[in-house]
């Protein structure tokens, strides 16, 4: 699915399931929620932190579609073209940091 495909039928989705987008606001607060519940497994798995019982059985893909899936509504309610906006801020990035990462010790 591209990025495009996946604003669609998210738009599908919200429009024949979810009946509605929620506001701007209430979104930015959920997808703040699903980013929090990424870096809590994130710490768990990759970090220094154990899990309860009770995360041991999450899903870090479903979790991070989750982020996805509340990033492409904001993308569609705000107008936003995520696969405009991924390949602008791709080039800012290459020009950017051209040199920047090769020249840093810290990666070698």
């Not at 998210?10 to 997808?31: C, H, K, M, P, S």
């Not at 929620?33 to 990424?38: P, T, Y």
């Not at 710490?43 to 899990?51: I, T």
């Amino acid at each position: 699915m591209t990025i495009e495909e996946a604003q669609q039928t998210v738009d599908r989705w919200i429009q024949t399931t979810g009946v509605r987008y929620f506001n701007e606001l209430t979104n930015t607060a959920i997808l703040m929620e699903e980013v929090g519940e990424v870096a809590r497994i994130m710490s768990r798995k990759y970090g220094e932190q154990s899990f309860k019982k009770s995360d041991e059985a999450v899903d870090l893909g479903d979790e991070m579609a989750d982020v996805l899936f509340v990033l492409i509504c904001l993308a569609n309610q705000t107008g936003v073209d995520l696969n405009a906006a991924l390949e602008k801020n791709l080039e800012k990035k290459s020009i950017r940091d051209a040199d920047r990462h090769h020249n840093n010790p810290k990666l070698k």
